[in-house]
């Protein structure tokens, strides 16, 4: 059979899912013909063209009066007439910034890079204001309403609903369906995908009707139960697959084929007239392929060159499953129902070359929800007998086997980035976590991948239920003091998983008043109380508060496009052989005066200033001036596109007052002046210190 795999957009721009790939290894050793390719990358590719972006801007202009003193859903809106400031610029710049983000030589030179993500962000605020409620970042995004059916079956209809829809159906879907395509199937990896697979699916019919849709993914599996229930599913979608899906669409093809095939009830939820048309028996037993004995994903006919990186960075699985499974926040094993499965090291080390030979691979992530330190040491003495070298990095907990020695032993294996599940520094949060590992070890841990040479990222968050906000504090100021060991932080604010431990069994966890905030929606969001929890207003306050300090005692850390620890702080970790973000975008990126002369167009193109949640534009051309969000914003003075420090650091910072006070403004003082050389660095602010 013809078989198309895709990706709906609002995806990865920087590197490709391990989903298609995955799939397509086992369907063509079948005999099946597959073809696989990133739509969303595909879609955006279209849409960040000069062209694209002056489209976006005519958009915006028609529309002006309906939107420039309109609502702006989560202050994410910006004025009409700074967008279209923004809009002139990014046109004339964005194919130069795509191509910096795709050269092997400018990518690493940290001013262009600097230059090249701005644009590329500015990209999408522009595309986000056109196309309000709906917003699109570089990682991630939403339409801006409840996620029920009902409601992604009305956008998936609405060509006005984001800048995709147009290509979608007038380029890329006929293109992929040319030629006749017995089945489409189209993973979908998060939720704000929904929207644009529903998409995809309509558009399939719509084309060709007689085309067979199947849906699966991370998204739908979260999804499962209001899938099953909503009578209709299968308007557009005519099998669902739940879990590991390589097994499910092996046998489903072979059904569709006229095969006579068994079908696991648990994992596949087909369309009433499907079921009838392939009278196949079901079988209550789940169906799962020896992860051993799966091929090596195959990303041959993958669109890579659509991604903005210089070189592929791809991943592989050394395992499926998580071998703590305990921790009370996760639903992990939603996706991975049975125990955990390892692919054997020789299997890994013939997938790892077979990726070098075929793409010239030089850097892999491997997406294991966490690996532990014995088979990361396996990996690092396989990598290092490799004919060619590799630097990868993983998911990893703070298990106490981490030692030194062994660390260093990683690191000459090729491992520059490992990512912690740090959650907490309090031993009692984690404790209430049953994440079962130590704070003392964490912090001997980082302190030791640090001087290994290996890049620590820590995961955290904060309000899960229980703590208190002395220890959401005892977390932040950790995070501050450390900085110099740790390469960067994500934190986010506790939420309620659907089939995680503190789901099922609140009570155990001191919550109560657990309910779903919209009883329609695909992917549940919860609200709760418990006896030491502040207001959900309260804490979400105290969050952002301590996000915002965080930020000033890591001003890099959204340096890259793609995040902290996405594909290009993985490239840019081994290109540079430094863990420090500051040291990356150092001093050859803070000197104006050699970006001015590297790219002389910048003295009379759009000048951007971002600081405390505001936006400055002015273009010296035009005369163009332009403020965002002026509610929270301190005004600055700017004159022919300079700015003085002292001013900014004055507007900024509160008057002194006490002692203690009087420290905070230093270190404040001390991150508004990194966070002006970082807008140095990206090429949009000339600054006169």
């Known amino acids: 059979m013809r078989v198309a795999l895709v990706t709906p957009p609002m995806g990865s721009l920087t590197q490709p899912a391990l989903s298609l790939p995955s799939l397509a290894a086992v369907l063509r050793p079948a005999g099946h013909d597959v073809v696989q390719q990133d739509v969303g990358i595909a879609a955006l590719d279209g849409v960040l063209t000069r062209d694209g972006v002056s489209a976006l801007r005519e958009r915006i202009e028609r ?34 910034a795509k191509a910096i983000l795709r050269d092997p030589r400018r990518f690493f030179d940290a001013a262009q890079y600097c230059f090249a993500v701005d644009v590329v962000r500015l990209s999408l605020e522009v595309a986000s204001f056109a196309y309000s409620p709906f917003w699109i970042q570089a990682r991630g995004g939403d339409y801006g309403c409840p996620v029920t059916y009902s409601e992604v079956r009305r956008l998936a209809l609405d060509g006005n609903a984001d800048p ?13 369906l040319t030629g006749g395509v017995d089945v489409v199937g189209i993973s ?49 979608v005519d099998a669902y697959v739940f879990g590991e899906g ?7 093809l072979d ?10 009830r648990p994992r596949v ?51 499926r499953g998580c071998y703590h499974r305990r921790c009370a926040f996760c639903n992990f094993a939603l996706s991975f129902a049975k125990a955990l499965s390892q692919r054997s090291l020789p299997a890994l080390a013939a997938d790892i070359e077979t990726l070098q030979r075929q793409f010239g691979v030089r850097h892999i992530f491997f997406a294991d929800d966490c690996i532990p330190p014995k ?7 396989a990598v290092r007998s490799l004919p060619e070298p590799l630097a990868w990095a993983t998911n990893v907990r703070f298990e106490p086997q981490f030692t030194r020695p062994v660390l260093q032993d990683l690191r000459a294996g090729g491992c520059v980035s490992l990512i912690f599940g740090h959650e907490s520094a309090s031993q009692r949060v984690l404790d209430l976590m049953d994440k079962g590992t130590t704070s003392e070890a964490a912090k001997r841990i980082v302190a030791d991948a640090s001087r290994s040479e290996i890049a620590v990222h820590l995961m955290n968050f904060i309000g899960f239920p229980g703590e208190s906000p002395a220890e959401a504090q005892q977390t932040v100021d950790y995070l501050v003091a450390a900085r110099q060991q740790i390469t960067s932080f994500g934190l986010v604010e506790y939420h309620v998983t659907e089939a995680s431990p503190v789901e099922r069994d609140p009570a155990r966890f001191g919550v109560s008043g657990l309910r779903r905030a919209n009883a329609l929606e695909l992917v549940p969001k919860y609200v709760f109380s418990s006896d030491e929890h502040a207001p959900k207003r309260t804490r979400t306050r105290e969050f952002k508060r301590a996000l915002g300090r965080l930020l000033q005692a890591y001003p890099y850390d959204d340096r890259f496009l793609d995040g902290p620890i996405g594909a290009h702080s993985l490239l840019y970790i081994a290109e540079r052989q430094t863990t420090r973000f500051e040291v990356m975008f150092g001093p050859e990126a803070r000197d104006p005066d050699a970006i001015l002369r590297g790219r002389p167009a910048l003295r009379e193109g759009t000048i951007i200033l971002r600081q405390g949640g505001g936006k400055v534009l002015y273009h010296p051309p035009s005369s163009a001036y332009a ?25 900024t910072c509160p008057a002194p007052g006490t002692r203690a006070l009087r420290d905070v403004l230093r270190e404040h003082a001390a991150n508004v002046a990194a966070k002006a050389l970082q807008l140095e660095a990206s090429g949009v602010l000339r600054f006169d210190l």
């Open 269 to 319: 939820h087909l369309a009433g007239d499907l079921a009838e048309e392939l009278g196949c028996p079901w079988v209550d037993a789940d169906e799962r392929l020896d992860f051993d004995a799966l091929p090596c994903p195959d990303y041959s006919g993958l669109n890579l060159d659509d991604y903005l990186s210089p070189e592929p960075v791809l991943m592989l699985s050394s395992a």
């Open 164 to 176: 995709f829809a147009g290509i979608l159906e007038d380029r890329l879907m006929p293109a992929l």
């Open 63 to 96: 529309s002006q009066g309906d939107h420039a003193d309109g609502p702006r859903p989560r202050g994410r809106r910006m004025h009409a007439e700074a967008a279209l400031v923004i809009a002139r610029h990014v046109a004339e710049q964005i194919d130069e």
């Open 188 to 236: 979908v990896t998060y939720v704000e995908q929904l929207v644009p697979a529903f998409r995809l699916a309509y558009l399939t019919k719509l084309i060709s009707s007689r085309t067979r849709v199947v849906m699966g993914g991370a998204a739908i599996i979260l999804a499962e139960p209001r899938l099953r229930a909503e009578p209709a599913a299968h308007e557009w």
């Open 627 to 651: 403020a965002v969000n002026r509610r929270h914003w301190a005004w600055v003075k700017m004159i022919d596109g300079h700015i003085a420090l002292s001013s900014l650091m004055l507007q």
């Open 255 to 264: 059904a569709l084929g006229g095969t006579s095939v068994a079908l696991p």
């Open 246 to 252: 390589e097994a499910v669409l092996l046998s489903l």
């Open 375 to 381: 088979r990361c040491t396996a990996i690092g003495n």
